[in-house]
């Protein structure tokens, strides 16, 4: 599991792997599209809204989500060296039920 927690209204993802084309063609890593799903790993506390409420981000952790191409920034763990990807909870189109 990743060091890393993401603060305000941010979550932590783990983009899935894409391994193979739908003809069953395993394609290089380059000619690849990016996932755009992933499952939550760390899940910021939430923000502040103008009234000076709390609002927590409405995801929990393992929960599979759904998210645009380049939505994001990418970070590397220096734990496991495993790659992760930091989105605001808005970038997050829909989760998976």
Do not use: C, W
């Not at 499952?39 to 393992?62: M, Q």
């Amino acid at each position: 599991m990743a060091n890393i927690q993401p603060l305000a209204d941010r979550v932590l993802v783990k983009r899935t792997k894409a391994s193979t084309s739908k003809g069953g063609i395993l394609l290089p890593d380059s000619a690849q599209e990016k996932p755009k799903e992933g499952i939550v790993v760390a899940v910021g506390p939430g923000k502040i809204n103008e009234n000076g409420r709390h609002e927590p981000v409405s995801l929990e952790v393992g929960a599979r989500v759904l998210f645009s191409s380049y939505a994001g920034t990418e970070v590397k763990s220096p734990k496991d060296e495993e790659t992760y990807l930091i989105l605001n909870a808005d970038d997050i189109l829909g989760v998976f039920a």
